[in-house]
């Protein structure tokens, strides 16, 4: 999904690319299978790897944003404030 959603959704994309792309890449294993590794290590491959998962959140997140501007811009009546 692109540009739709809401926060908590994209919050769980985020975590579900780090912990089976970043995490599994830097580890070499499952983030929460295990204890806490004292170091981690990205290969130049690795990194290569995730240029393109990196673009990909790029457009995603400009499109996000572009949403919400256009709802917090459009005509119509202002909210009432919470008060």
């Not at 792309?21 to 290569?48: C, H, M, S, W």
């Amino acid at each position: 999904m692109l540009a739709g959603g809401g926060p908590a959704e994209w919050g769980r994309e985020s975590w579900e690319l780090a912990r089976g792309f970043v995490y599994a890449n830097a580890l070499g294993r499952d983030i929460v299978a295990g204890e806490k590794p004292d170091r981690a290590a990205l290969t130049q491959e690795a990194i290569a790897a995730a240029i393109p998962v990196a673009e990909r959140r790029i457009v995603q997140a400009g499109l996000r944003i572009a949403a919400l501007l256009d709802s917090a811009f459009a005509p119509g009546p202002l909210p009432d404030p919470e008060r």
